[in-house]
């Protein structure tokens, strides 16, 4: 069975550093997209990055540029969020996700929310002001 198991969220004061994990469990590592999505109360959930890991392309949106990198470890099947210099509006709960198709990194729209079809449980991130 196909499982996404996340971890490291939490609570720190504006301009601080969290890093989220994600490791997957059950399925092959090489040739996927996984990417981090963040969901705001009563919002749709929004793609933060993404990678995959066939090539080590990745996806920023705008906001978080130059402040998240997404990245892996590929012996340990596992996907990582370092967040720095975070702000009251990154406060959400951050979900890892994962597009097992081998392809699926190649085409446009490769961030797309509805691309993504396993699902971690959703960490908690809280950054005050």
């Known amino acids: 069975q196909e499982q996404l198991v996340e971890s490291g969220g939490g609570s720190v004061q504006a301009g601080g550093s969290l890093r989220l994990s994600c490791e997957a469990v059950?399925?092959?590592?090489?040739?996927?997209?996984i990417g981090w999505f963040r969901q705001y109360s009563g919002r749709e959930r929004e793609p933060v990055a993404t990678?995959?890991?066939?090539?080590?392309?990745?996806y920023y949106r705008d906001s978080v540029k130059g402040r998240f990198t997404i990245s892996q470890d590929n012996k340990k099947n596992t996907a990582f969020l370092q967040m720095n210099t975070l702000k009251p509006e990154d406060t959400a709960t951050y979900y890892c996700?994962?597009?097992?198709?081998?392809?699926?990194?190649?085409?446009?729209?490769?961030?797309?929310?509805?691309?993504?079809?396993?699902w971690g449980q959703g960490t908690q991130v809280t950054v005050s002001s």
């Open positions: 996700a994962a597009d097992p198709r081998p392809t699926c990194g190649l085409g446009p729209g490769w961030e797309q929310t509805n691309m993504y079809v396993v």
């Open positions: 059950g399925f092959t590592w090489a040739s996927r997209c």
């Open positions: 990678i995959y890991t066939g090539r080590d392309n990745t």
